[in-house]
Nanobody
Framework: QVQLVESGGGTVQAGGSLRLSCAASGRITSFVASGWYRQAPGMERESVATITAGGSPTYADSVVGRFAISRDKYGRTVYLQMNNLKPEDTAVYYC??????????WGKGTLVTVSS
């Protein structure tokens, strides 16, 4: 059983920065891939950034150049550095860890609010 806990959310003014963290606990020692997703009110959950075990990141077009995903050596902690935040970045941000193909775990989310 893997548990994921996100932290680092909060309220920030437009142009500000936040750093989200996702800590994994449980028996799994490494992960295939990791990712951050977000869901704004009334919207579907969308992918923000993902990173493979080899460290290759991918980003949603809307966050390229502003967000950066990283992870520790075994992927047990995943980070999302968010710079130049915009009001449209307001959402609940979720962490996802891929344990094996078709097997994943999700955190409960952390709220990010960007005021204009």
């Amino acid at each position: 059983q893997v548990q994921l806990v996100e932290s680092g959310g909060g309220t920030v003014q437009a142009g500000g920065s936040l750093r989200l963290s996702c800590a994994a606990s449980g028996r799994i020692t490494s992960f295939v891939a990791s990712g951050w997703y977000r869901q704004a009110p009334g919207m579907e959950r969308e992918s923000v950034a993902t990173i493979t075990a080899g460290g290759s990141p991918t980003y949603a077009d809307s966050v390229v150049g502003r967000f950066a995903i990283s992870r520790d050596k075994y992927g047990r902690t995943v980070y999302l550095q968010m710079n130049n935040l915009k009001p449209e970045d307001t959402a609940v941000y979720y962490c996802r860890q891929v344990i094996a193909p078709g097997v994943d775990a999700w955190g409960k989310g952390t709220l990010v609010t960007v005021s204009s």
